[in-house]
């Protein structure tokens, strides 16, 4: 184990540039992405503090002035991906793409805190991102739920950060796309395409992205005239779990959190108001076609990390999801395997991924912790097993995608030292 743990430290190590890390050493992401830096600077606090925080503040350096962080944050301009700063042609310090990502930054604060003891110059800087994060959340209940629902938007699957999981087959379908649409992926020079997302997938996203450059990512117009506005569960969930932590951490700080506050309640009673008896399951809400999205993604389950107060609904949860992979060796493919919208390799159609697992681990470490520590051993053996890589057959273990993966390295210094 202590190999690995080793191992795990110096993919990060290897994949950091400036200030931050790439989400692994091949060309396919050759930048600063959201969700991954937070996972990354949970792995980093456990053998450099230092870097935990730069992480987080290179994230944050490329805040947008109205509170947003984006997806992306394209230190240097690297003219090999693609969509790369020339396509978005946005960013406030940083060139960036326009849209977000779930944000989980919160969370890892307090992870951090909880664990770690910091200096009081280390705090400062910490309290500064505090703010930053209560500013990124505001941002959500501004624009992405500008009539107070409780429930925020995402606008572009890539927000999801499951870019192609058939949960968005149907609202994409809606999608008209752009007449002489000319692009050239980048993705499939360094994967194979059985491995990703299909050229209708790509053509919906680039469509949306042009959509929104044209309105110059205006986030008062682009709720409104989007092509995809879709309630997604599992970005809920995280968005209500990051509103709880960023609570908890900045009132210890004397910090005030009103709104973001009463934005829980609401929130967590409109979620649970999406619970379906009948199959005891959460499923998206496709806002702008008026459409319940039946897809049974692991992302669903995402709302037992969100700590929703209803021991009832938790418990029939947790009884789904421990028969969600009954059948398969390796869990939680992203996808159910037994569902039609399963594929075995394809990205987020079927592959195990980690920060999934991770997710649920951490959902379930207070609600069932034998079930948490199963998920936890099972996912240590994978790693152990196949290695640190981006995802994973749930039928072989076979894995796929990026080898090298720095949230997968993170994560799995998190998983062993809890
Ligand atoms: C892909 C994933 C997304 C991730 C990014 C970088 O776009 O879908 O979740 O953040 O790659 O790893």
């Not at 230190?75 to 977000?100: M, V």
Request: glycine content about 4%; proline content about 4%.
């Amino acid at each position: 184990m202590s190999l690995l743990k080793r191992e795990a430290e110096n993919i990060l190590l290897n994949n950091r540039r400036e200030g931050y890390t790439l989400p692994t050493n091949n060309k396919l992401y050759p930048a600063q992405w959201n969700w991954d830096s937070a996972y990354i600077a949970l792995g980093y606090s456990y053998f450099n503090k230092e870097f935990a925080i730069v992480e987080l503040e290179k994230l944050f350096e490329g805040q947008w002035s109205d509170g947003m962080v984006p997806h992306i944050l394209f230190h240097q301009k690297d003219e090999n991906y693609f969509p790369n700063h020339n396509t978005w042609q946005c960013g406030d310090k940083i060139p960036s793409s326009g849209i977000t990502q779930p944000p989980i930054a919160a969370s890892i604060l307090k992870l951090m805190l909880d664990k770690t003891e910091f200096s009081s110059s280390e705090m400062e800087r910490i309290l500064n991102l505090i703010k930053k994060t209560k500013k990124y959340l505001e941002w959500f209940c501004k624009y992405r739920d500008p009539n107070d629902t409780g429930l925020v938007s995402i606008l572009h699957p890539w927000e999801s950060g499951t870019d192609n999981s058939p949960l968005w087959d149907f609202p994409l379908s809606k999608i008209l796309i752009e007449e002489n649409l000319a692009y050239k992926r980048r993705d499939l020079d360094v994967s194979s395409s059985d491995v990703r997302p299909l050229k209708r997938d790509y053509d919906c996203y680039i469509t949306l992205l042009n959509q929104f450059r044209n309105q110059k990512y205006n986030p008062e117009q682009l709720y409104d005239i989007s092509m995809f506005n879709v309630v997604d569960i599992g970005f809920n969930s995280l968005f209500l779990k990051a509103c709880k932590d960023l609570v908890y951490i900045a009132t210890k700080n004397n910090i005030d959190c009103t709104s973001i506050q009463k934005k829980i309640t609401r929130t967590e009673n409109k979620l649970i108001s999406l619970y379906n008896q009948n199959d005891n399951s959460f499923y998206s809400y496709d806002v702008l076609n008026k459409q319940t999205l039946e897809i049974p993604s692991i992302t669903n389950y995402f709302i037992l990390f969100a700590d929703i107060q209803n021991k009832e609904i938790n418990n029939s949860i947790i009884q789904s999801l421990k028969k969600y992979n009954s059948n398969e060796k390796y869990f939680f493919s992203s996808i159910k395997p037994d569902s039609k919208y399963f594929e075995e390799i394809r990205y987020w159609r079927g592959p195990v991924w980690i920060n999934c697992n991770w997710i649920l681990y951490k959902g379930l470490l207070e609600k069932d912790p034998d079930f948490a520590n199963k998920i936890k051993s099972h996912t240590l053996d994978l790693i152990h097993e196949k290695d640190f890589h981006e995802y994973y057959s749930c039928k072989s273990g076979t894995p796929y995608g990026a080898n090298n993966f720095s949230w997968s390295a993170a994560l799995y210094l998190d998983l062993i030292n809890n």
